[in-house]
């Protein structure tokens, strides 16, 4: 669990790096290759550094064929709204089955005990046809009870063991088929994870394109850059967007104390109080969990630094920890109310 702990406080005047700025290639690499800070990078770090010394030594004809126009943007997004439906229809697919599987086991578990209590009753009537002295007419000479009456009960016994038998069987085959249909949908189950998991891996395949694509104007209906648009709702994806905690707010025209992304569509805060209030301790597991979520994901999407309770992470800092910030004096400027995100 991430600490609280403010002792450590920093005022942080400088942790606000400048805004990349469009250099050349190579001095752009330069730069960034002797001290890679982004996590996950380091394979990065090795092909390009091997990719600046084929570029010093090709000849410039050779070195002019190699760059190529990377996807349209709105071909990656319609790949990665196409691949999000197949996602989600996967997901309901998987409710569907787990249902299924529920309902078949709770079927089972029910006809198991309607078994059990059948086999006790056929128990108590060997037991009762043993010990009662009822079940051989032959010997009803030898019991005090009228002898009609012995063999009458004798009947009866028999009778109940015989229906209970069947009963029995009857249950037994019901059980099977529960227990078959609840084995079907844990197969179904299988696969259908299975392709999730394939999904997935292609959703991220296209998202990644989409946060590395040199195109990243504001816009759209939240009036953010591609980048964010696809960070904030991969959020909502996994955490929800918590309508009555605040939901969720990107651009605005001020970007508050010092921060200044959300002016440039690079930023979004997910509330856990609508009120600016302290959030109840679910709604701040719910914070640490987005956190770490975005900390993990911050090489996939582009990430580049987190606020939450006083406290941030940054890439360009080389963060692989919180460190504390100073008091700007209330609970929604230090971040309490809401985990704050920024983009490159």
């Known amino acids: 669990m991430q ?4 002792s450590r406080v920093d005022d942080f005047a400088d942790f606000w790096a400048p805004d990349p700025t469009d250099r050349a290639w190579g001095d752009t690499l330069s730069r960034m290759l002797p001290a890679i800070v982004r996590p996950g990078r380091a394979r990065a770090a090795v092909l390009a550094a091997g990719l600046v010394g084929t570029f010093l030594v090709l000849p410039q004809a050779a070195v002019a064929a190699v760059p190529m126009d990377p996807e349209s943007m709105s071909s990656l997004r319609e790949r990665a709204d196409g691949l ?15 249902e299924e599987a529920e309902r078949a086991e709770t079927r089972a578990e029910g006809t198991r005990a309607d078994v059990d209590e059948a086999r ?14 009822g079940i051989d007419p032959s010997m009803s000479l030898f019991v005090e009870a009228e002898p009609d009456a012995v063999i009458d009960r004798a009947v009866v016994i028999d009778y109940l063991a015989t229906s ?25 189950l299988a696969e259908v994870e299975a392709d999730l998991e394939e999904l997935e891996e292609r959703r991220t395949e296209v998202d990644r394109l989409i946060a590395d694509h040199p195109e990243q104007p504001m816009g759209g209906q939240y009036n953010i850059t591609p980048r964010t648009e696809l ?46 209030g302290m959030p109840s301790q679910e709604q701040v597991d719910r914070g640490w969990a987005i956190s770490e979520w975005a900390m993990e994901h911050a090489d996939d999407y582009g ?16 963060d692989t920890d919180w460190r504390a910030m100073s008091d700007r004096g ?15």
């Open 3 to 6: 600490s609280d702990d403010l």
């Open 231 to 276: 960070m904030r709702q991969r959020v909502i994806d996994e955490f929800g967007e918590a309508r009555n905690a605040g939901g969720v707010g990107c651009y605005r025209a001020v970007g508050g104390w010092v921060v200044g992304e959300h002016p440039l569509g690079r930023a979004c805060d997910f509330m856990l109080d609508p009120n600016g």
């Open 303 to 318: 990430i580049m630094y987190i606020i939450y309770r006083q406290q941030i992470w940054d890439v360009r800092r080389g």
């Open 330 to 344: 209330n609970l929604t400027e230090n971040h309490f109310d809401h985990v704050h995100i920024s983009m490159f």
């Open 120 to 133: 006790e009753q056929v128990r108590a009537l060997a037991v009762a046809t043993y010990t009662g002295g």
């Open 164 to 188: 209970n038998q069947d009963k029995i069987d009857q249950l037994d085959q019901a059980l099977t088929r529960d227990e078959t249909a609840r084995e079907a949908a844990e197969e179904r």
């Open 84 to 98: 999000s439906e197949d996602y989600n229809g996967e997901l309901r697919d998987m409710e569907g089955v787990i």
